[in-house]
């Protein structure tokens, strides 16, 4: 397996360990995610420093937040100042320098503390950051990247529309050149952090007849004349994300807001799904983990017959299919992100990895309920939190029904005859 850069990731550790508040503790190590590579220390230390924060910062106020529906501000204000908005971007734009294997742990840890903040930071560093490094200028990169990738703001990303759902090249929102500026119009519909976020990257259809190489990118600020929101969507679960729409009504750009070329916009957003499926994969094996976790400790304290309930057998099966479908979806997550990495194509592969992650999600969230009983249905406890949480993980950056044509158009183009 691909090692980290050492220098990068020695100032990524020495960073998070400098700015981690004092009153962080040592921890019992929870259920493992122990890498077998050689370098694996310096990944070690980012995951311990991730696990910290979630466990004494995010997991006590994840239900809270869940109930009041309420933006974890402070708490992603820290992920910030942890470096954890910018993973991927290099140092001198404002980001950590890291790699994508330490990004998919990192959300591993940080979603198993609360989903929410996980999905948060997986689209300021996948959706937001990643394709505006990728295509930016120097100039855009310095207004539209660096604070970004600082925590000193936020990004989301509008490509899905009310009517196109998984047809990504029918953008009916269009972005036509009036002078030096772009006019925009139209609605993108489901967008994460909407509300909460001080710019978005926009996917607009600029020449409908060249259909989907018609497609380009804006970068447009929050408050822009003409951009406004739709009413903040009351969810199943992640609740304490923002989620609503983008309305573009006459919304005027200046022509250098314009991302990559003209007609740059559907390869933009389609690597981007790339990179933002390994994200998802890693916010649902959090869920998973966190599910294990929490069904395995209730399991070994809840008695019955006057023993743990975790000596029952049938528990003891609903255990072990836990483990196996995390550490599987793992692998195929880590796979991914290491052909991200070492710049291998790896469309297959994420779409592997967030459909199985995404798969195990949810299914051991429903093991944990099962594992908790009547306990496991009441919000006292967090497994019904986690199975909400989980189910979007099968919706976002992509159904399970677009992974498996990925996937199997991906195959049958391998295995042509």
């Given at each position: 397996?691909?090692?980290?850069t050492?220098?990068?990731?020695?100032?990524?550790?020495?960073?998070?360990?400098?700015?981690?508040?004092?009153?962080?503790?040592?921890?019992?190590?929870?259920?493992?995610?122990?890498?077998t590579?050689?370098?694996?220390?310096?990944y070690?230390?980012?995951?311990?420093?991730?696990?910290d924060?979630?466990?004494?910062?995010?997991?006590?106020?994840?239900?809270?937040l869940?109930?009041?529906?309420?933006?974890?501000?402070?708490?992603?204000?820290?992920m910030?100042?942890?470096?954890?908005?910018?993973?991927?971007?290099?140092?001198?734009?404002?980001?950590?320098?890291?790699?994508?294997?330490?990004?998919a742990?990192?959300?591993?840890?940080?979603?198993?503390?609360?989903?929410?903040?996980?999905?948060?930071?997986?689209?300021n560093?996948?959706?937001?950051?990643?394709?505006?490094?990728r295509?930016?200028?120097?100039?855009q990169k310095?207004?539209?990247?660096?604070?970004?990738?600082?925590?000193?703001?936020?990004?989301?990303?509008?490509?899905?529309?009310?009517g196109?759902?998984?047809?990504?090249?029918?953008?009916?929102?269009?972005?036509?050149?009036?002078?030096?500026?772009?006019?925009?119009?139209?609605?993108?519909?489901?967008?994460?952090?909407?509300?909460?976020?001080d710019?978005?990257l926009?996917?607009?259809?600029?020449?409908?007849?060249?259909?989907?190489?018609?497609?380009?990118?804006?970068l447009?600020?929050?408050?822009?004349?003409?951009?406004?929101?739709?009413?903040?969507?009351?969810?199943?679960?992640?609740?304490a994300?923002?989620?609503?729409?983008?309305?573009?009504?006459?919304?005027?750009?200046?022509?250098?807001?314009?991302?990559?070329?003209?007609?740059?916009?559907?390869?933009?957003?389609?690597?981007?799904?790339?990179?933002?499926?390994?994200?998802?994969a890693?916010?649902?094996?959090?869920?998973?983990?966190?599910?294990?976790?929490?069904?395995?400790h209730?399991?070994?304290?809840?008695k019955?017959?006057?023993?743990?309930?975790?000596?029952?057998?049938?528990?003891?099966?609903?255990?072990?299919?836990?483990?196996?479908?995390?550490?599987?979806?793992?692998?195929?997550?880590?796979?991914?992100?290491?052909?991200?990495?070492?710049?291998?194509?790896y469309?297959?592969?994420?779409?592997?990895?967030?459909?199985?992650?995404?798969?195990?999600?949810?299914?051991?969230?429903?093991a944990?309920?099962?594992?908790?009983?009547?306990?496991?249905?009441?919000?006292?406890?967090?497994?019904?939190r986690?199975?909400?949480?989980?189910?979007?993980?099968?919706?976002?950056?992509?159904t399970?029904?677009?992974q498996?044509?990925?996937?199997?158009?991906?195959?049958l183009?391998e295995?042509a005859?």
């Amino acid at each position: 397996m691909a090692a980290l850069t050492r220098r990068a990731s020695t100032n990524m550790v020495t960073s998070c360990l400098r700015r981690r508040p004092a009153s962080f503790a040592p921890l019992r190590r929870g259920y493992s995610t122990q890498l077998t590579e050689p370098d694996s220390e310096e990944y070690d230390m980012m995951k311990q420093t991730c696990r910290d924060f979630a466990e004494t910062v995010l997991k006590p106020i994840a239900g809270e937040l869940d109930r009041e529906h309420r933006y974890p501000a402070e708490q992603i204000a820290q992920m910030g100042e942890l470096g954890l908005l910018g993973m991927m971007v290099p140092e001198e734009y404002g980001g950590t320098g890291m790699d994508a294997l330490a990004y998919a742990i990192a959300m591993e840890e940080i979603s198993a503390g609360c989903a929410s903040s996980g999905v948060i930071m997986s689209v300021n560093n996948s959706l937001y950051c990643d394709p505006v490094m990728r295509y930016a200028t120097e100039e855009q990169k310095a207004e539209w990247l660096v604070p970004f990738a600082s925590g000193q703001k936020l990004g989301c990303f509008g490509l899905s529309e009310p009517g196109n759902g998984s047809d990504a090249a029918a953008a009916s929102t269009t972005a036509v050149l009036d002078g030096d500026e772009w006019v925009i119009n139209g609605t993108k519909a489901w967008i994460t952090n909407a509300h909460d976020a001080d710019a978005a990257l926009v996917l607009a259809t600029t020449d409908k007849s060249l259909k989907h190489k018609g497609i380009s990118a804006f970068l447009v600020a929050a408050g822009t004349p003409g951009f406004t929101l739709g009413k903040k969507e009351d969810k199943l679960g992640i609740r304490a994300s923002s989620t609503g729409n983008l309305i573009f009504e006459d919304c005027r750009v200046p022509k250098a807001n314009l991302l990559g070329k003209l007609g740059d916009g559907f390869k933009l957003a389609m690597s981007t799904l790339d990179g933002g499926r390994i994200g998802i994969a890693g916010q649902a094996l959090g869920i998973a983990k966190a599910s294990l976790e929490c069904a395995a400790h209730y399991a070994q304290t809840r008695k019955t017959f006057n023993v743990p309930i975790a000596k029952h057998q049938a528990i003891q099966f609903m255990i072990a299919d836990m483990a196996m479908r995390l550490e599987s979806a793992r692998l195929l997550t880590h796979r991914a992100a290491i052909l991200k990495t070492n710049k291998e194509p790896y469309t297959k592969e994420a779409a592997m990895a967030k459909l199985a992650a995404s798969e195990a999600a949810t299914a051991n969230a429903h093991a944990a309920i099962q594992v908790l009983g009547g306990m496991g249905y009441v919000s006292d406890m967090p497994a019904e939190r986690y199975y909400r949480d989980a189910r979007i993980t099968e919706i976002y950056e992509g159904t399970s029904e677009i992974q498996r044509l990925v996937i199997a158009g991906q195959v049958l183009k391998e295995l042509a005859i």
